[in-house]
């Protein structure tokens, strides 16, 4: 009931509706009040022509009669006088009409037409009030369409009071949110479709490779086994630079299109780190490169571990790709009071400043020496990665 009152439009009908009763109680204050004196002195003039008629003729019973008049009579003189009067039809329950005082009023007839006069600017006030609030619903309705056909650019007010401004909110928040889920659909079809043209670019070229290295094995039986060998060897290479190709994308693939639930819990952010670096203790040792990793013994997130771990994965290892042999590599980790860091600094050849803005963009190579077969995948998974999670 108290959600009802608030809303503006049962405000103004109540208001409307309270001033419309308040002008009817005065008209029929005045037209009732002149209808009883009418009555008064239609009794007056009765009682009056009685008296004078009667003192006419017997002048001596003047104080007598006068007294009935003005002070009212007693109960036993009222009955006597009922069935005197009986006898000639007047009586209490006879019809208004045989009234003499009564019989040119007409009151029941036009108290009735009054109150049908007041219920017409009654019946006017609430077209005029529901006529807006049939048009705010309206006005949904043609919201309602134009979200069926995609058009979000016309929300409903929520600067109103009531049930109506609420609902504009709540309609809004809809309409934003399906908004949001059809872009969300058309970014996941236009990125779905930009893999696949990826895979397929990307997978052409070791393809290719391993098609003519078979076609050679295949046609030539007299081929030395060490050029054998070799084939293999780099057939091999090439099988390999598939697989961890196809692995990331399809990681990428779960990342970005929101089907990975990451588990989030505390963990240790050095702990994650030195997992990674030992991880690719390989590598490390095959250029003689020495980590270093420094700070961050009580640095604590709330981060899915294992693939928290793999983004840190990826950087590290496009750290000491693009290092130099016997080169060294920093990891800092650094606390503050509103977030944490991780410097992963290497001392390769850097990165040129024009390239910095594409480092994260999938399948982005720069002109780096380093590792020219790099496929440009890996800065932009762990990207992905972490921004998945929040961090």
Known sequence: MVEVLRNPEWKSIALKALVLQLLFSVM????MNNQVERINHTIVDQNAALIGHILKQEPQFESEIIRYITQGPQENEIAEGKQILAQYGYKANMSVADQPA?????????????????????LLLLLW???????KIRTIAVAAAQVVERQFDKPLPENEE?????????????????????EQLKHEKTFLRNLL????????????????????LLNDPKMKEETKNAFLERSRQQLARMEWLIVSLLKMARVETGTILFHNKEVQLRKLV??????????????????????????LVEADEEWLTEAFLNLIKNAMEH?????????????????????IQDYGEGIPPEELPHIFKRFYSGRSTAKPQSVGIGLSLAKSIIEGQGE
Request: net charge neutral.
């Open 28 to 31: 029929m204050f005045f037209y």
């Open 102 to 122: 009564l019989s040119d009023q007409a009151l029941p007839l036009k108290a009735s037409i009054q109150v049908l006069f007041f219920a017409i600017p009654l």
């Open 129 to 135: 009030e529901y006529r807006k609030i049939f048009s």
């Open 162 to 182: 009531g049930d109506f401004g609420s609902l504009g909110r709540s309609f809004n928040a809809m309409a934003e949110r399906l908004n949001n889920s059809l």
């Open 197 to 216: 043209s990826d895979i397929s670019h990307q997978l052409k070229t070791p393809l290719a490779s391993l098609i003519v290295f078979n076609d050679n």
């Open 274 to 299: 030195n997992k990674a670096v030992h991880s690719l203790r390989a590598l490390s040792e095959q250029k003689l490169l020495k980590v270093c990793i420094s700070g961050g013994e009580e640095m």
């Open 323 to 343: 290092s130099p042999k016997e080169g060294d590599i920093q990891i800092v980790l650094e606390q503050t009071s509103l977030f944490n860091t991780v410097h």
